[in-house]
């Protein structure tokens, strides 16, 4: 059962379900038939039997009949019997061999040698002490008759509709499971040809499968993103990390090889320290901006004062102070991660130190407008080109190199960027050469 495709699985269910339902149906009208012509039986007994009684006259001993007046009639037998039961008029059915005693007004069913009939009785009088009796017989309907005919009946139609139900319930089946096929071949193709880019993209709805396809595409979407981060990751490590190690091994197969002297080797050991403290702080921006990517970094975002959040940032890192200057708004509240905002401004401070003036400034400065909680930092540096300023935010990518120091590694401005983006804000850059730049963080109100 467990090798049988769902559709047929349903079908079948299905079919057996009509089946069973169209047996009960059955025999729901079987019985309800045989209730049907018993009940039709002694309703046409009654007004046959009325109707005839209004025709008979019985005065002074003498019996007469009215015109319309019938022996019998649509099944009906119609006789008269006088007050002690002697037969005055009609003919008794050959079938019924009952001794019946006389009841007036009521319908009963007789059971006879052969047959069971239903009897109805009237007393119809002619004075205070004489009378005679009209009574009505009819044979009790075979209920087996229709029940043959029924079942006769069912024999020829039962196969079609049990083959309309099969086919009917197979369309509907397949039918519903159709997004279910999109699915499996969606999912085939991209497992076949490892293109995560494509997606199932059912039309929106709230049935099972719109739902199931919406889940795989974001499952799809989830992969695809953290495939392209563990590429953009190994693209990245094997290329930045490709100089230091060269540096590293050059270094180390040196000193091995020549007999250096004290302060060789210690010119040495620091160079390949240097070199090894570059290549972990590149790992660890390399690995932060791999989870940003894929979403394992997520932002945990609580109400903070943006304000002493910057002061007390200033505050712990080993920055010129007298050349920082903070213009800072108090009671600027706004619901950011506080360790990611901290790198953030950490990020652009050290920036601007990196590429400003030897002895020049950096602004920092904190403000609400139009909705937006807006930080800004500031430098009085080198500036960058226009034709640039749209690359500082790639990765990798520094305006002067020569200018990055010894950790540097063009990967601040792209994290930067990207914990904009995890807060719902954006970054702006407003530059112009020679005359330094700025960098804006805006962060809507929530």
């Known amino acids: ?252 197969e040196y000193g091995l090889k020549y007999d250096e002297t004290p302060e060789e080797r210690h010119e040495t050991l620091t160079m390949i320290h240097r070199q090894s403290v570059k290549m972990a702080e590149l790992i660890s921006q390399l690995l932060s901006m791999t989870r940003l990517d894929q979403g394992t970094e997520g932002a945990h975002l609580e109400k903070t004062d943006m304000g002493e959040l910057i002061k007390s940032m200033c505050g712990e890192q080993a920055w010129d102070k007298e050349r920082l200057i903070l213009n800072i708004k108090d009671g600027i509240i706004s619901e950011v991660d506080p360790i990611l905002m901290s790198r953030l401004i950490q990020n652009l401070v050290e920036n601007a130190f990196k590429y400003g003036k030897p002895d020049g400034h950096v602004w920092v400065s904190l403000d609400r407008k139009n909705n937006e909680t807006v930080l800004s930092v500031k430098d009085d540096g080198i500036g960058i080109a226009p034709e640039q300023q749209d690359k500082v935010w790639q990765r990798f990518y520094q305006v002067d190199p020569s200018r990055s120091g010894e950790g540097g590694a063009g990967l601040g401005l792209s994290m930067v960027k990207q914990i904009a983006r995890l807060h719902g804000g954006y970054m702006t850059l407003e530059s112009e050469n020679g005359k330094g730049s700025t960098f804006t963080l805006h962060l809507p109100e929530k």
Not at 1 to 13: D, G, L, P
Not at 56 to 80: P, R
Not at 154 to 165: D, E, H, K, S, T
Not at 215 to 238: G, N, P, Y
């Open 1 to 252: 059962m467990r090798n049988i495709s769902v559709k047929i699985r349903i079908t079948a269910w299905l079919t057996i379900l009509m089946a069973v339902l169209a047996g009960l149906l059955l025999a729901f009208m079987m019985a309800i038939s045989s209730i049907v012509a018993n009940q039709t039986a002694m309703d046409q007994l009654k007004e046959t039997v009325r109707s005839n009684v209004q025709l008979v006259n019985y005065e002074n001993g003498s019996l007469q009949f009215d015109d319309g007046f019938s022996f019998y009639s649509g099944g009906v037998s119609i006789l008269v019997y006088n007050q002690n039961g002697a037969l005055m008029a009609g003919q008794v059915p050959v079938s019924f061999t009952s001794d019946e005693t006389f009841v007036n007004g009521t319908v009963r069913t007789v059971e006879s040698d052969d047959d069971d009939y239903y009897v109805l009785d009237f007393w119809l009088p002619s004075d205070w002490e004489n009378g005679v009796w009209v009574r009505g017989l009819m044979e009790e309907p075979e209920n087996s008759q229709i029940s043959r005919n029924l079942l006769i009946v069912a024999l020829v139609a039962l196969p079609v509709f049990m083959i309309l139900v099969i086919l009917g319930s197979y369309g509907i089946a397949k039918r519903a499971f159709r997004p279910l096929d999109n699915i499996t071949a969606t999912a085939s193709s991209i497992n076949e040809a490892r293109d995560l880019s494509r997606r199932i993209n059912l039309p929106p709805g709230r049935d099972e499968f719109s739902q199931l396809a919406s889940t795989f595409d974001q499952l799809f979407e989830r992969l695809e993103r953290s495939f392209e981060a563990e590429k953009q990751f190994t693209a990245d490590a094997s290329h930045e990390l490709r100089t230091p190690v060269s540096i590293i091994k050059g270094a180390s």
